[in-house]
């Protein structure tokens, strides 16, 4: 059974810094594309960070350069890492995945998601 389990989410203030990880169980990261994700009450999930099973990355313009997706295939485990946090980053952030060659941004192509962890930066 495939499962995908978010941790290291919370509050901080504006300029902070956060780490993500997913930890998954049921397959290997290595063959899969991985992403992160977020939703702010009200507005639609955006991706935020997607890396594909060569470790490619890309960023949305709203985080590049100040996010850092990565993954460690020996601890099957996802992170993104987040330095400069704006206020406009609050929100439920998820880590999603689907076993593919390609790696797309949008959230109808990855099929399984973890529960979400929440993130608040005050400013």
């Known amino acids: 059974q495939v499962q995908l389990v978010e941790s290291g989410g919370g509050s901080v203030q504006a300029g902070g810094s956060l780490r993500l990880s997913c930890p998954a169980s049921g397959f290997t990261y290595s063959t899969y594309c991985m992403g992160w994700f977020r939703q702010a009450p009200g507005k639609e999930r955006e991706g935020v960070a997607i890396?594909?099973?060569?470790?490619?990355?890309k960023y949305s313009d709203s985080v590049k350069d100040r996010f850092t997706i990565s993954k460690d295939n020996a601890k099957n485990t996802l992170y993104l890492q987040m330095n400069s946090l704006k206020s406009e980053d609050t929100a439920m952030y998820y880590c999603?995945?689907?076993?593919?060659?390609?790696?797309?941004?949008?959230?109808?192509?990855?099929?399984?998601w973890g529960q979400g962890t929440q993130v608040d930066v005050s400013s």
């Open positions: 999603a995945a689907r076993q593919s060659g390609n790696c797309f941004w949008a959230p109808a192509f990855f099929l399984y």
């Open positions: 890396i594909d099973w060569l470790s490619s990355t």
